[in-house]
């Protein structure tokens, strides 16, 4: 058999392993309760939000002053009318659109930027001793009070607030990054790579991050959560989502004022939160025992 033909048979015998193993995750997963729950949850919220300007064309800006606060069930408001008699469920669905996409933007970027601080903090001993002490310093902070501060230095909008976001989030998938990086970097075939002569880079990227990518995407998710969480407190303060746009955070706001005549502003917009953060925390725990390799 020649070297060519050794390494095609190589080749087939590695894409029949990834294959059975990419077939047993999901088998592990459908049968985890949790990660089917809370990918159910998840899932809904996502598609309700996406159908929003199919269900809804007209947008969550259409007002009627003769309608403000009209009750649940009431002139064909399922979920009630605001102070400015535009429909909370309208409102809801294009504010899910909002608050989801914020958490998503929050929960890739910090799973991005977290991986490379980990892996070259794990990696570079120097680098190590500088980035861990900047997240030390920055976990040291209340998270929901340096977001307000980010969001004062940067100014209002979305787009600043998917950067504070990040920068508060960061520092915790950094640190499960790196730790996971350094049980990885003392294997025997990081060491064999180390004396053939691999680069770093390839090294890092080709052989570590791989590994370390499970318990990353796990703590993405609960940064998805927590995202949406902070960001409905930033907007019910006034120092989120910017007015008229909806969100979770900004139709809570919009009821504090009316909480006493119109509870429907607080109550459905809670729930909604409360749902898709529970969604997502228990997909996050289903996940994590899914890639767990020490479970069966």
């Known amino acids: 058999m020649t070297n060519e033909q050794i390494r095609q048979e190589r080749e087939v015998i590695k894409r029949r392993l990834q294959k059975e193993h990419r077939q047993l995750t999901v088998r592990k997963f459908l049968r985890n309760k949790l990660a089917m729950i809370g990918s159910i949850i998840t899932l809904s919220m996502i598609t309700l939000a996406l159908l929003a300007p199919v269900l809804f064309p007209e947008g969550p800006l259409v007002t009627s002053v003769f309608e403000r606060l009209t009750r649940p069930g009431v002139n064909g ?11 909370v469920l309208v409102r809801l669905l294009y504010g899910a659109r909002i608050s989801l996409g914020i958490g998503a ?6 799973m991005l930027f977290g991986m490379v601080l980990g892996l070259y903090a794990c990696y570079y001993p120097k680098l ?32 600043n607030l998917i950067l504070s976001l990040t920068v508060v989030s960061v520092p915790r998938v950094a640190r499960v990054a790196r730790s996971s990086a350094l049980v990885v970097k003392e294997q025997t075939y990081i060491e064999a790579m180390r004396s053939l002569g691999a680069s770093d880079s390839r090294i890092i990227w080709l052989h570590i991050a791989p590994n370390i990518l499970s318990p990353v995407v796990v703590q993405a998710s609960y940064i998805f959560a927590n995202a949406i969480i902070t ?25 504090k004022a009316v909480i006493h005549k119109a509870w429907w502003m607080i109550v459905y917009p809670g729930i909604a939160t409360a749902l898709t953060v529970l969604g997502l925390n228990i997909f996050g725990d289903g996940l994590r025992d899914v890639l767990d390799p020490h479970t069966n």
């Open 128 to 159: 190590d001793n500088v980035i861990m002490r900047v997240c030390d310093a920055l976990s040291a902070i209340p998270s929901t009070l340096l977001a307000i501060a980010m969001v004062a230095m940067l100014g209002g909008g979305i787009g």
């Open 77 to 87: 408001y399922l979920l009630g009318a605001d102070n400015l008699g535009r429909s």
């Open 231 to 255: 960001e409905a407190a930033l907007s019910f303060l006034g120092v989120g989502v910017p007015q008229p746009e909806p969100s979770w955070g900004n139709i809570l706001y919009d009821g």
């Open 105 to 110: 933007g929050v929960g890739l970027l910090s």
